[in-house]
């Protein structure tokens, strides 16, 4: 991960977006990722993307683990471009990484690409062998306000855990 950030673009620039000839990459490829300007960076908002198909691999037995990706963020100068973010969750279909790996690379790829104010990563996976494992990731810029609130949210995210019934 590099801290090096994308040159700003605006809508024209994107190249995926209503794109017919897209090509799914097959391997991990965080280089899928676009962005856009935030029309509203005076405004704090939080945006959310709700990922139910998931895939990614076992890196030991090499089973698929399916999983519902939760990325909610505050944005601040770039937004994440929808159809590009769904590529990229894409490339992890033949990826080996443990669950909790692919939740902090997936934050951490979004956090080089847009620098957001606050963002925030669930993955809901399915149960394999009995046992479902749902890691939690989050981050607020430092020095912000945002910083305090990941520590708050990080404390409390799951005080009300959901019925699982087998998902």
Known sequence: MTNEKPARVGIDDLSLLGNQGVQYPQTYDPGVLETFDNKHPGNDYFVK???????????????????????????????????????????????????????????????????????????????????????????GKPGTRWEQVAWDRLANHDLHPEAVNNR
């Open 49 to 139: 993307f709700n990922c139910p198909e998931f895939t990614a691999l076992c890196p030991i037995t090499g089973q698929p683990d399916f999983a519902t990706i939760y990325i909610s963020y505050v944005p601040d100068v770039r937004m994440v471009e929808s159809k590009s973010l769904k590529l990229y969750l894409f490339s992890f279909r033949n990826h080996g990484d443990f669950h909790e790996d692919c939740v902090n690379v997936i934050m951490k790829d979004l956090i080089a690409l847009m620098d957001p104010k606050y963002i925030e990563v669930w993955g809901k996976f399915l149960p394999r062998g009995g046992i479902s494992i749902d890691p939690y990731c989050n981050y």
